[in-house]
């Protein structure tokens, strides 16, 4: 498991697999940052955080614009007091096996398993830091 996410405790990962919905920000090239609702799931073994969505959005696009040193992204999820911040580098992830698994994470989390579509590829986090206030006390 990712030290990174295993510091944050059992809680904070719980918190992860609930249903909420989260926001992705990228920076456009200009420095502005693009902040948009998205569905992620996160992977605490691989220490990776993912998002599906269509190649063609503008989110794909601000981290292509981003490489090769990378893309900084964060990834958040609020429910009352409580919340939680990833924080990683983004690569996009066009391999069908990589698409399909994410697919796959996505249904579990949410329920519903997205119709398939050829356009669709995978926001693939790293996570380098995690914070947040998964518990209420």
């Known amino acids: 498991m990712s030290k990174v996410l295993h510091d944050q405790g059992n809680d904070y990962l719980k918190f992860w697999n609930e249903y909420h919905l989260c926001t ?23 220490g990776v955080a993912r998002v599906i969505t ?8 601000n981290i292509q614009a981003a490489q090769p040193s990378g893309a900084r992204v964060a ?20 391999d069908t096996d ?7 994470q996505y249904g579990a989390r949410y329920g519903r398993t997205p119709a398939p579509d050829p356009e669709r590829v995978v926001i693939n986090v790293a996570i380098e830091r995690a914070m947040g206030r998964a518990t209420l006390s």
């Not at 269509?54 to 696009?61: F, P, Y």
């Not at 990589?98 to 796959?104: I, S």
């Open 75 to 94: 990834l958040c999820q609020v429910d009352g007091g409580r919340w939680a911040t990833l924080e990683g580098t983004a690569e996009i992830l066009t």
């Open 54 to 61: 269509r190649k063609g959005s503008k989110k794909v696009a």
């Open 98 to 104: 990589a698409v399909d698994d994410a697919v796959q």
């Open 24 to 46: 992705l920000t990228t920076i456009r090239p200009d420095g502005r940052p693009h902040v948009v609702p998205v569905g992620v799931t996160v992977d605490a073994d691989a």
